[in-house]
Nanobody, 124 residues
Framework: QLQLVQSGGGLVQPGGSLRLSCAAS????????MAWFRQAPGKEREFVAA??????FYSDSVKGRFTISRDSAKKSVWLQMNSLKPEDTAVYYC???????????????????WGQGTQVTVSS
């Protein structure tokens, strides 16, 4: 089993940057695909980015602005968010899955482990 602990987030002005971190504890971290999801008030949780077998995947809304990365030795994954927009405001969640495939990695239902969530607010 994995435990995921998130850090980072906060309030930033439009156009600014933030970096979210997710530290995992437990064995075989490298066996897991890692992803970030977000949930805005009144909306469903949505896929943001994932990293699986060295490949990265992004939602269209963040492509070119956000970067997901991981370090298996440090058992950590990060989400670098640049050029932030007010519509990026949400609670962001780190997640892990040992069973996603390409066709399912954008589906939160296939992720078994979740961080506690962290608020990102983009506002002037």
């Amino acid at each position: 089993q994995l435990q995921l602990v998130q850090s980072g987030g906060g309030l930033v002005q439009p156009g600014g940057s933030l970096r979210l971190s997710c530290a995992a504890s437990g064995p075989t971290f490298s066996n897991y695909a890692m992803a970030w999801f977000r949930q805005a008030p009144g909306k469903e949780r949505e896929f943001v980015a994932a990293i699986r077998m060295g490949n990265t995947f992004y939602s269209d809304s963040v492509k070119g602005r956000f970067t997901i990365s991981r370090d298996s030795a440090k058992k950590s994954v990060w989400l670098q968010m640049n050029s932030l927009k007010p519509e990026d405001t949400a609670v962001y969640y780190c997640s892990a899955s040992s069973r996603v495939i390409l066709s399912t990695l954008r589906n939160s239902g296939y992720y078994d482990y979740w961080g506690q969530g962290t608020q990102v607010t983009v506002s002037s």
